[in-house]
C-alpha cells in the first residue's frame, strides 16, 4: 500500500509563503498527485492536483495564481508552494494520490490513499 508523507506546514501571516513537500513511497507517473485541504467546519477541496506524466496541472479557483503544484526531481517530492497566503487558506493539508491511472482533476473522489497532514495557520 503507497505511503504518502507531508512536511513543510507551520504558521504564517497574511501574505506571507510556504512550500509543502510530499514523499511518496512508490513513485508511478501515471498516478494523480493532489493536494487536498480541511479547514474547521469545512468541506474536504482539492486545492491542486499534477499529472506527472505529462506535467498536466489543475488548480481550484481559491488558490488560482497563487499556489503551484510541482515535482522536486532532485528531492523526488511532490510539492505545493504556496503565496500570498490568506486566513481563508488555513487548514490541514493532505498530499495525496489517484486511484486509477490515467485519471487526474480536482475531483475529490479520484484519490484514494491520503497522508496524515500537515497543519497550514494563516494569521490576519
Known amino acids: 500500500q503507497v505511503q504518502l508523507v507531508e512536511s513543510g506546514g507551520g504558521s504564517v501571516q497574511a501574505g506571507g509563503s510556504l512550500r509543502l513537500s510530499c514523499t511518496v513511497s512508490?513513485?508511478?507517473?501515471?498516478?494523480?498527485m493532489g493536494w487536498i485541504r480541511q479547514g474547521d467546519g469545512k468541506e474536504r477541496e482539492v486545492v491542486a492536483s499534477?499529472?506527472?506524466?505529462?506535467?498536466?496541472?489543475y488548480y481550484a479557483d481559491s488558490v488560482k495564481g497563487r499556489f503551484t503544484i510541482s515535482r522536486d526531481n532532485a528531492k523526488q517530492t511532490f510539492d505545493l508552494e504556496m503565496n500570498n497566503l490568506e486566513p481563508e487558506d488555513t487548514a490541514m493539508y493532505y498530499c495525496?494520490?489517484?486511484?486509477?491511472?490515467?485519471?487526474?482533476?480536482?475531483?475529490?473522489?479520484?484519490?484514494?490513499?491520503w497522508g496524515q497532514g500537515t497543519q497550514v495557520t494563516v494569521s490576519s
Open positions: 512508490e513513485y508511478d507517473p501515471y498516478y494523480c
Open positions: 495525496a494520490r489517484g486511484r486509477k491511472r490515467g485519471h487526474c482533476g480536482l475531483p475529490i473522489h479520484i484519490f484514494n490513499s
Open positions: 499534477f499529472y506527472p506524466y505529462n506535467g498536466d496541472t
